[in-house]
């Protein structure tokens, strides 16, 4: 076929230019017509509306058209033209159809339309072409970028953490073990434990679950960091807010206190889902149509209305007078449960809530000891349907308090060594937090479960595609 530059569908849209010759390639949505014309709905992933391809059977043959189906991918070269149907600008006049590859309709999998999600996540290599999983994932995208903005435009770092780490972020969650050994044979010290130091690292070394520590010392020299990468858990939690792999977006900024730290959450959220408002309308609006009524009007409710910021104490005391009856007990020292984020937001306050100042003992190691002695400078962010999607804090920068605390819960410093030493040299003031990507898809998607927000996921017994 004569080589005309391709036209993405989305750029082909917005023209008006009606009359010009122009090729476009892509993937059959559906085929429909009758014995005179096929109308052929074709999809190139570069927008969530597709183009009208016009083909009168005379001129390609009956023949011709038939592995013309829905899944096949095709080139069409043709005049756009000012549509004579309802709902789309311009179609395409097919002067010319190239066959790249069929999708036999007796065997490919997306013939009709209102699959199940559950079925469609035993088909992610082809769920992409969905009109579904296309909005996600283009937005997946979006949402990437901005991430990456907001800080370039604020002066943030970015920052690369490792994956293959020898340290815990204490109490972060169970860790993939990352090995060479053969597990077939797995050489021992005298004591009959294993010997790691055969092992590739010479030391016993997991899949990170945070960039935190790493991202502190990051702070302590560039001033604003951020990190955006994988991180692993190998928590065996079936649930739709957990993986096994995800993503995470971690600040960490020297000189900042847990005020100073609240206020970034609250306008990085607020700005990406208003990127999300403005760069993804059409989208969105698919997403709000078929899944979840209520999306635009969350997106914008929370956009436009301060977070309420509270304390630990000050929420346990909402639960415990509430008289709702939870699944899990709520007391004061209690580590709180989805249930009990989601009544405080959705319920109570009807808006997204930060809580800070939680008991020491059900948070990490690092946070700022308050003077009370009990609580700690940890913050959580709220959200509605989702819990928690932000967890952070101001960190604790005494040598002495730190160290203190970790002799006190039993933890050795030493594997650490280098995190402890910043501490001694120049410490400073510092907080940051830990947005988990998924979950933030989960909210400006509408989508229920974290599975249907990232390509493959990880979850217990599922590393498949
Ligand atoms: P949760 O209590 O919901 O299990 P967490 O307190 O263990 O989360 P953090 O260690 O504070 O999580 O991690 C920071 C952020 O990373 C969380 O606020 C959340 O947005 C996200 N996150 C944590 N665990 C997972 C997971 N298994 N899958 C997806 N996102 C996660
Ligand atoms: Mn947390």
Redesign the pocket.
Known sequence: METIRRTKISDLLQQDDFGATVSVKGWVRTRRGNKNVSFIALNDGSTINNIQIVAEIEKFGEDFLKPVTTGACIHVVGKYVESQGQGQKGEILAEKIEIYGSADPATYPLQKKGHSLEFLREIAHLRPRTNTFGAIFRMRHHMSYAIHKYFNDRGFYYLHTPIVTASDAE???SMFQVTTLNLNNVPRTEMQDVDYSEDFFGRQTNLT??GQLEGELGAMALGAVYTFGP?F?A?N?NTP????E?W?IEPEVAFYDIHDNMDLAEDFLKYLIRYALDNCADDIAFLNEHFDKELIERLNFVVNNDFVRLTYTEGVKILEESGHKFEFPVYWGADLQ?EHERYLVENHFKRPVILTDYPKEIKSFYMKQNDDGKTVRGM?VLFPKI?????GSERESDYDKLTKHMEEIGMNSAPIWWYIETRKFGTAPHAG????F??LMLFVTGMAN?RDVIPFPRTPNNADF
């Open positions: 109490g972060a969650g679950v945070s991180t858990r928590e939690s807010r957990h993986l096994a995800f995470m989805s959580d819990g928690e999607i932000i967890g937090f830990g947005l988990g998924e979950r974290i």
